[in-house]
């Protein structure tokens, strides 16, 4: 006699089976509970990880072969996940429909870079992997968020024995030689085993949809797919220029980040009635990111060395995961003070990155990193609870306008970069790949300064209209 029907019902099982039975009847509920546990982690850390990790896998890979193919396929992967996020709740389907949907194309994509070294077949995982990477997390945290508020739903935190596995596993890749075949494979194991707790989540939301409009969102607005393509082409071009020696004239250069900036502006305003109370939030959350991400990573080179980009990623992910924790606690759990605090340690960070050393460099991007990770939960929780926003949107929006933020920021950041290039007479890659810190003054003045004082300047907007708590 199979035990499966009586899983779910370990009572009515006992009853209907005999206590004979109860000791194995137990063991298969337990065997069952754990597979659902390690599900539902598995995707809590794919969530949490899957924007940054194909990525760095990616680029790994990349560095390892220096093959145009992987170059390529680079590029191909941060358009997709830079562009996906516009492109996404165009049909008429539920947010668990579409997690379960990046979890099938992120399954699809790592396997095709276990399989193959082909460009065309590396394309094509780049693109559905992009897309996954780009959706993955706010789908799950629409979802996450929903159970959150509704139950007493708490995620078990499985997601550090999932990073452990895929370490151990990257260990295993390296010390066999195997071009990390091995951790693209288990990568898609991942991504399929995360689909029952998937599946599972989606079973407690359906009364999350009982209330929504059924308006299918159709391919209407033509123009601003044309647009959107021709600003994301801009992206694609300055993002090779950061791998690749290519000779386009500075002018060129300058043209196509001109051409970008319109088309996004275009972008910006067209959507001028969605999230109006919010959008500047969001877009300085996004430039923010740019900022600490993007460029500091290169430039904390001309502080810290060849270990400057660790520095940056290690204080980032240190002030995203506790800066609500330390303001809340710094604040006694006075929301209005913590608020206030956080506002001020975003100012002071600004302010010490203006100064030219290389401990104050490391505490003011600390300060900002700790902003941002006290404004991201916050911005979630009143975005989730505002009565005038459709909840099964707003997570998504949020990360669109986020991502205008971080795309205005690298452009603005490509131009400053292009135009000092051109004026000193260096190579666009001496940045991107610097071999000593001779260009420090150069790049501190003409690059980081403005920056600096530009970011700072929107970080200023926003704080004058957020809404202030009480």
Same mark, same amino acid.
Not at 124 to 150: D, E, M, N, Q
């Given at each position: 006699?199979?035990?499966?029907?009586?899983?779910?019902?370990?009572?009515? @099982?006992?009853?209907?089976?005999?206590?004979?039975?109860?000791?194995?009847?137990?063991?298969?509920?337990?065997?069952?509970?754990?597979?659902?546990?390690?599900?539902?982690?598995?995707?809590?850390?794919?969530?949490?990880?899957?924007?940054?990790?194909?990525?760095?896998?990616?680029? %790994?890979?990349?560095?390892?072969?220096?093959?145009?193919?992987?170059?390529?396929?680079?590029?191909?992967?941060?358009?997709?996940?830079?562009?996906?996020?516009?492109?996404?709740?165009?049909?008429?389907?539920?947010?668990?429909?579409?997690?379960?949907?990046?979890?099938?194309?992120?399954?699809?994509?790592?396997?095709?870079?276990?399989?193959?070294?082909?460009?065309?077949?590396?394309?094509?995982?780049?693109?559905?992997?992009?897309?996954?990477?780009?959706?993955?997390?706010?789908?799950?945290?629409?979802?996450?968020?929903?159970?959150?508020?509704?139950?007493?739903?708490?995620?078990?935190?499985?997601?550090?024995?999932?990073?452990?596995?895929?370490?151990?596993?990257?260990?295993?890749?390296?010390? #066999?030689?195997?071009?990390?075949?091995?951790?693209?494979?288990?990568?898609?194991?991942?991504?399929?085993?995360?689909?029952?707790?998937?599946?599972?989540?989606?079973?407690?939301?359906?009364?999350?949809?009982?209330?929504?409009?059924?308006?299918?969102?159709?391919?209407?607005?033509?123009?601003?797919?044309?647009?959107?393509?021709?600003?994301?082409?801009?992206?694609?071009?300055?993002?090779? #220029?950061?791998?690749?020696?290519?000779?386009?004239?500075?002018?060129?250069?300058?043209?196509?980040?001109?051409?970008?900036?319109?088309?996004?502006?275009?972008?910006?305003?067209?959507?001028?009635?969605?999230?109006?109370?919010?959008?500047?939030?969001?877009?300085?959350?996004?430039?923010?990111?740019?900022?600490?991400?993007?460029?500091?990573?290169?430039?904390?080179?001309?502080?810290?060395?060849?270990?400057?980009?660790?520095?940056?990623? @290690? #204080?980032?992910?240190?002030?995203?995961?506790?800066?609500?924790?330390?303001?809340?606690?710094?604040?006694?759990?006075?929301?209005? %003070?913590?608020?206030?605090?956080?506002?001020?340690?975003?100012?002071?960070?600004?302010?010490?990155?203006?100064?030219?050393?290389?401990?104050?460099?490391?505490?003011?991007?600390?300060?900002?990193?700790?902003?941002?990770?006290?404004?991201?939960?916050?911005?979630?929780?009143?975005?989730?609870?505002?009565?005038?926003?459709?909840?099964?949107?707003?997570?998504?929006?949020?990360?669109?306008?986020?991502?205008?933020?971080?795309?205005?920021?690298?452009?603005?950041?490509?131009?400053?970069?292009?135009?000092?290039?051109?004026?000193?007479?260096?190579?666009?890659?001496?940045?991107?790949?610097?071999?000593?810190?001779?260009?420090?003054?150069?790049?501190?003045?003409?690059?980081?300064?403005?920056?600096?004082?530009?970011?700072?300047?929107?970080?200023?907007?926003?704080?004058?209209?957020?809404?202030?708590?009480?």
């Amino acid at each position: 006699m199979t035990l499966w029907p009586y899983i779910k019902h370990p009572i009515q @099982g006992i009853a209907i089976l005999g206590l004979n039975n109860f000791e194995e009847l137990m063991t298969v509920a337990r065997f069952r509970q754990t597979g659902i546990d390690f599900s539902i982690g598995t995707l809590n850390f794919l969530a949490n990880v899957g924007i940054m990790l194909p990525y760095i896998l990616i680029l %790994l890979r990349y560095q390892q072969t220096q093959s145009t193919t992987f170059l390529i396929a680079l590029v191909a992967f941060y358009i997709s996940r830079a562009a996906s996020i516009f492109y996404t709740k165009r049909l008429d389907l539920k947010s668990t429909t579409y997690l379960l949907v990046t979890l099938i194309l992120g399954a699809l994509g790592s396997l095709l870079f276990a399989l193959s070294s082909s460009v065309g077949w590396l394309i094509i995982g780049s693109l559905l992997w992009g897309y996954s990477a780009a959706t993955i997390w706010p789908y799950f945290l629409t979802i996450k968020l929903h159970l959150t508020h509704t139950t007493s739903f708490k995620m078990k935190r499985l997601y550090w024995l999932v990073f452990a596995l895929l370490g151990i596993m990257l260990a295993i890749d390296l010390s #066999l030689g195997l071009s990390y075949t091995l951790t693209f494979s288990v990568l898609a194991l991942l991504y399929l085993g995360a689909i029952p707790g998937g599946v599972l989540l989606g079973n407690f939301v359906n009364d999350f949809y009982q209330h929504r409009s059924h308006k299918i969102h159709r391919l209407h607005h033509i123009w601003r797919w044309l647009l959107s393509l021709i600003g994301f082409a801009g992206i694609a071009v300055l993002t090779t #220029l950061r791998k690749a020696h290519l000779n386009l004239p500075s002018w060129v250069t300058l043209t196509i980040i001109a051409i970008a900036l319109i088309v996004f502006s275009i972008e910006l305003y067209s959507d001028r009635h969605v999230l109006p109370d919010y959008k500047m939030r969001l877009l300085n959350r996004g430039f923010l990111i740019s900022f600490v991400l993007l460029f500091n990573s290169f430039f904390a080179y001309f502080y810290w060395g060849s270990i400057g980009m660790y520095l940056v990623f @290690g #204080l980032y992910l240190l002030g995203f995961e506790s800066g609500y924790a330390v303001f809340q606690v710094l604040a006694k759990h006075q929301t209005a %003070l913590a608020q206030r605090l956080s506002q001020g340690s975003l100012i002071a960070g600004h302010l010490l990155l203006l100064i030219p050393w290389r401990l104050s460099y490391l505490v003011a991007l600390l300060l900002i990193t700790l902003y941002i990770g006290y404004d991201n939960p916050t911005i979630n929780t009143t975005l989730y609870e505002a009565t005038d926003i459709d909840h099964d949107l707003a997570i998504v929006h949020k990360y669109r306008f986020s991502t205008y933020g971080g795309l205005l920021g690298q452009l603005t950041m490509f131009g400053l970069l292009v135009a000092v290039s051109a004026i000193m007479a260096q190579p666009l890659l001496a940045f991107f790949s610097p071999t000593n810190a001779d260009h420090f003054w150069m790049y501190n003045v003409a690059l980081n300064w403005p920056l600096i004082l530009i970011s700072l300047g929107i970080s200023l907007g926003n704080i004058r209209h957020e809404p202030q708590h009480i």
